[in-house]
């Protein structure tokens, strides 16, 4: 049940560490400066030439966080969303390593996309949450979340197990690529670590539900991010929409002036996503919106320089920049959970919207 919690949604937030917590579990090893996932012998990726991601919604934001920081990494890999998959593919050969994202393991796009990689001799892996699901059957390989079940529709909890299991992959890929360990792992690997407390801390004193009281009434909520905060950003903006109901969009924060400008009024906050990544850039990006009236939220540790420009506040945990967009995240899930519960929705079961979507 829900115990104290008012919804699945808010309960799935806050079992965020301990999520965490088991998805790492045995799988990394900082004071050996390792990584082991369990069906996964050092050399397993040797022969790979390129990765491609694939993947639907709140799943697809965390392949293309995956995707990126591989890509940070040096090696070939993309994110695709699977239902675009058959018409948009890169070509596909046997040193193709496709990985499957999806919490239920059920969803019918991604599953038809990960059989037609398999069919044109693709590796594939999934990663999932579900044991015995058609994609951890179907998969060359599944690398388990270990998230817990997952009852409120909008997906929380197994989009940070996953964007975690995607980058100790991602780690291990590259390690193998390059037959050596990518510089950053020394680092990361405590961060990692450090995770579970992390969100924690994060949980303890957020001021999403102040936020949330602030801007109600907003006509649309914008959420910018570059690098790492971009797909945090796209995934910020879907959760918001899903469950209040109100317009919301996601963009690469040096888009807003392509376009999404227009659009920038008073009435539109901006969320923007600092993770320590050309955050020079960005906060210009967020003072272009500012300057025409709008809001902005910053989304970054204390003591950094955007809280100064910013309108409001939102704070995270120092940590990696591979890992910042994490903590960021869970700040927005808490924003439109509160958001929504202001506007009274039905939180757990939005209007139009299945859990596992098993039709094309
Ligand atoms: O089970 P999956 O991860 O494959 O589901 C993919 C999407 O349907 C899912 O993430 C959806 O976007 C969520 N309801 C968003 O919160």
């Known amino acids: 049940g829900k115990g104290e919690y ?23 090893d900082p004071e050996n400066g ?9 050399g397993t990726f040797a022969d790979i030439s390129s990765v491609q991601f694939v993947a639907c ?17 040096g090696v070939q890999s993309t994110a695709l969303l699977a239902n675009e998959y058959s018409v948009s593919a890169p070509p596909i050969g ?19 996309a990960m059989r037609h990689a398999k069919a044109e001799g693709a590796s594939t892996v999934t990663v999932t949450n579900v044991v015995g699901s058609t994609a951890a059957r179907e998969a060359d390989e599944a ?28 780690q291990r890929i590259a390690a193998d690529l390059q037959g050596e360990v990518p510089a950053n792992l020394e680092s990361l690997l405590p961060e990692l670590e450090a995770m579970p407390d992390s969100l924690e801390a994060l949980l303890e004193q957020s001021d999403a539900e102040a936020i949330a009281e602030r801007y109600e009434n907003s006509q649309s909520y914008f959420f910018i991010g570059r690098g790492l905060g971009f797909p945090v950003a796209l995934e910020g903006a879907l959760k918001f929409k899903e469950i209040t109901y109100e317009h919301a969009e ?21 969320f923007a996503v600092f993770n320590g990544v050309e955050d020079e850039k960005t906060l210009k990006n967020a003072e272009e919106a500012q300057t025409r009236g709008a809001p902005v ?13 910013a309108d409001a506040h939102l704070a995270i945990p120092e940590t990696e920049p591979d890992l910042a967009g994490l903590l960021a995240n869970v700040q927005l899930q808490l924003v439109s959970y509160y958001a ?9 079961k939005p209007r139009n919207l299945a859990k596992s979507v098993t039709v094309e």
Do not use: W
Request: glycine share 8%; hydrophobic share 45%; proline share 6%.
């Open 143 to 170: 690398l388990f979340i270990r998230a817990g079940p997952e009852i409120g529709v909008a997906a929380t909890k197994t989009f940070s197990s996953q964007a975690v299991m995607l980058t100790l992959l991602g």
């Open 340 to 348: 929504a519960d202001l506007l009274d929705r039905p939180i757990d």
């Open 297 to 309: 939220v910053a989304v970054c540790p204390d003591g950094h320089r955007a809280v100064d420009i």
């Open 34 to 42: 390792r990584i082991a996932l369990e069906n996964f012998e050092p």
């Open 250 to 270: 996601g963009f690469a924060s040096g888009e807003l002036k392509h376009g999404p400008l227009a659009l920038v009024t008073p009435d539109t906050p901006v």
């Open 57 to 73: 919604g709140t799943s697809y934001h965390a392949a293309l966080y995956g995707s990126l920081a591989l890509k940070q990494a």
């Open 6 to 28: 008012d919804h699945f949604m808010l309960k799935e937030i806050y079992e965020q560490p301990t999520a965490l917590a088991q998805a790492l579990e045995g799988r990394i």
């Open 94 to 112: 046997d040193d193709t390593l496709v990985v499957a994202v999806t919490q239920s393991g059920e969803t019918a796009d991604t599953l038809n």
